[in-house]
Every structure is written in C-alpha cells, then in structure tokens.
C-alpha cells in the first residue's frame, strides 16, 4: 500500500487519529466513573456519542484522504473556487441568507439539545442525592 505524503492525506491521518485518540479517552472516562448499581441514561448517551463520533472522524478523514493531492496548495499558490470568485451580488446575497438560517437552525437544535439534557443530569444527580440520604 502506498502511503501519500500530501497536505490532504496528512489531514486526513490526523482526523484518523484523533478518532481513536477519542474512543481510548472517551472509554477510559466512562469506565473510570462507572457505577454498576446505577447505569443511567447519560451513560448510555455518552457512548453512542463516543461512538458516533469515532465513525464520524473515520469517514471525514476517508474523505479528506480521498480528495488526493492538492497540486495548487503545494505550489504555495491559493487556491481560489471558481464558483464563488464568479458569483454576483444577488447570489453572494442568497448564500448568505442560507448561511444565516443554517446558523439559526443550529442553534435552536443546541438549545433543544441542551435542555433535555440539563434534565437528565438533574434527574439522575436527584437519583444520587436520594440513594446517599437513603443510606
């Protein structure tokens, strides 16, 4: 197998790395705090995200390491798109409207996100105050 030496393939080993730089930190931490009598669902949520994301680095660093060698970035020339350089004000003007609703999207899913899992982490920390006072 023939291994290349390009800007886009050196991307590409280090997306692959940090993916498993990723699984081996991720899973040490959920195992050095893991509590058998209690796997809640934050545990459950914690490893399909670890593993989500492992698979997510694995294909973007495949699809980087596909692109192949990117001649004008190695001549130390910038490389320019085309499609945007020829674009008119009316066009620049939609893109940027899109840009903003995908930005806006975005951060309404993060809220969404956010708060249902501030209400698992005060479900479960309830759980853990109740089990101690019990005790």
């Known amino acids: 197998m023939n291994i290349r030496s390009d800007i886009n393939a050196r991307t590409a080993m280090v997306y692959g790395g940090a993916a498993f730089l990723l699984m081996i930190v991720g899973f040490r931490s959920i195992f050095a705090t893991w509590d058998p009598d ?48 020829s674009m008119d004000s009316k066009e620049i003007s939609e893109l940027t409207k899109a840009v903003i609703q995908v930005a806006q999207m975005g951060e309404g899913l993060s809220n969404l996100a956010k708060g249902k899992v501030q209400e698992e982490i005060k479900k479960e920390v309830n759980e853990i105050l109740s089990k101690a006072i019990k005790k």
């Open 38 to 85: 209690h796997v809640g669902i934050m545990t459950y949520l914690s490893i399909s995200a670890l593993v989500l994301e492992f698979f997510l680095l694995l294909l973007y660093a495949q699809s980087i390491y596909n692109l192949g060698p990117d001649s004008e970035s190695e001549k130390g020339t910038p490389a320019v798109s085309s499609d945007v350089a």
